[in-house]
Each structure stands twice: as C-alpha cells, then as structure tokens.
C-alpha cells in the first residue's frame, strides 16, 4: 500500500481474542458451560481498521507482535480483512496480545481479561510516519496515544485529523487538536469524577475536542460537536 492511497492509519493493540457466549456470567469459583466458542482478531485499533476496511476505505494497521502462533494469526487475519500490514513489527521471542472474553447472552454485557503480551508498544518507521502524514485521518486508541504524541510533530501542517479511541484509560490524555474523542460513558465519567454524562461531553468539547461520541453499550451513542 503506497503512501498516497492511505485513508486512515490506525495505531496501537491488535490482539488475538477467545469469545466464549455464556447464558449468564459465573459467579467466584462458579462454571457456566458456554453457548458457542470463537477466535477471533481484538484490539480498538486493530478492529477500527478491519471495520474501516469493510467501509470501503484502505486502511493500515501499526501495532507489535510476537513472533508466535497468535501474532502469526493476527497479521493473517487483518490482511484477509484488507488492513495493510506492512508497519507491523513482529518481536522475536515475544509473545503476543491476547484476550479472554465472556459475552452474557441475559444481560447484553461482556466482560474482559487482556494479557498484553511481550512484544511492546508500536514501533514508527520513516515509511510509517510518511504513510500517517499522507492519510485522511490517524486513529489511535490507548496503546497508540503514547505513539501519536510523538508523531505529531511530523504531520502538523498535512490537514491529517486525530481520532482517539477513549474505551480504556490514557492518563496523559490531552485533548486539544483531537478530531474526534470516542470514550465509553464510563471512561468519560470517570475522566470528569462522576459529573452527568452531558457534562462529561461538554467538558471534554472545552478541552479541545471538536468531536465526542460516548459509547453506551447496548444503548447506542450519544455525540456533540463544538
């Protein structure tokens, strides 16, 4: 994929995920037997840029993996999706992201337990910083924030938008030149110590966000705009 015809760069964690679907999640020492099994590829910035790809738009992907079977079935999967991979650095001896998650059919909710594996955060090349230079947009989520303060510097001046995925925590978040912030209400609340989700937004607005679009599970989203 060649630098002019990159539309979004996306940065950061791209895992390898077992799904398990339980009636109901299990209590402390309890055992529920699981509705279905899958594997499938995780990660908030590895899974924007596979959804990205199903959009229509070419997307590359900027992570580190293992050089095992699940870093293995994590480039693989993101190339059948139509994710560029070439700015993937694969870690010899390293061991790579993974995730356990249980999906409770009853309560439409999910809970996660993530191993981050060995291979460290993303790595920028000369080649990769041009390709974020030259996209539309660069998406980033708490693994790649870290990545994107560094790079900055390096696309000022290109029209290239930020987009910051806000599900996890980033401590160091800074808001300010961030396109679109899209937190779950929770993470949100949480940056803001509990103010009322309409505060949160207008809060994050006035740091710097143009654009917030919380997450509210399996209520949809609820977004503003300065």
């Known amino acids: 994929?060649?630098?002019?015809?990159?539309?979004?760069?996306?940065?950061?964690?791209?895992?390898?995920?077992?799904?398990?679907?339980?009636p109901e999640h299990p209590p402390a020492d309890g055992r529920v037997v699981a509705m279905d099994l899958q594997r499938a590829g995780g990660g908030p910035a590895a899974t924007a840029a596979v959804a990205l790809a199903r959009l229509g738009h070419r997307a590359a992907f900027v992570g580190a993996v293992g050089d095992d079977a699940a870093g293995d079935e994590i480039r693989a999967s993101l190339t059948e999706e139509g994710v560029s991979v070439t700015d993937i650095t694969v870690v010899t001896g390293a061991r790579s992201p993974e995730s356990l998650i249980?999906?409770?059919?009853?309560?439409?909710?999910?809970?996660?337990?993530?191993?981050?594996?060995?291979?460290g955060p993303p790595r920028l090349s000369v080649p990769s910083i041009a390709r974020c230079a030259a996209a539309r947009w660069v998406h980033v989520d708490h693994v790649g924030y870290g990545v994107m303060k560094v790079l900055v510097p390096s696309i000022m001046g290109t029209g290239v938008r930020l987009?910051?995925?806000?599900?996890?925590?980033?401590?160091?978040?800074?808001?300010?030149?961030?396109?679109?912030?899209?937190?779950?209400?929770?993470?949100?609340?949480?940056?803001?110590?509990?103010?009322?989700?309409?505060?949160?937004?207008?809060?994050a607005l006035a740091e710097g966000a143009s654009t917030v679009v919380a997450t509210l599970g399996g209520h949809g989203s609820c977004a503003a705009t300065r």
Do not use: F, W
């Open 163 to 203: 987009s910051v995925d806000g599900g996890n925590p980033i401590d160091d978040l800074e808001l300010r030149g961030v396109t679109l912030y899209a937190p779950t209400e929770h993470a949100l609340r949480a940056r803001y110590e509990g103010a009322s989700l309409d505060a949160s937004i207008k809060a």
């Open 1 to 22: 994929m060649s630098t002019d015809t990159v539309d979004v760069v996306c940065i950061g964690l791209a895992t390898r995920d077992t799904i398990a679907q339980v």
């Open 102 to 119: 249980l999906v409770a059919s009853v309560a439409a909710t999910r809970s996660i337990t993530a191993y981050p594996g060995t291979a």
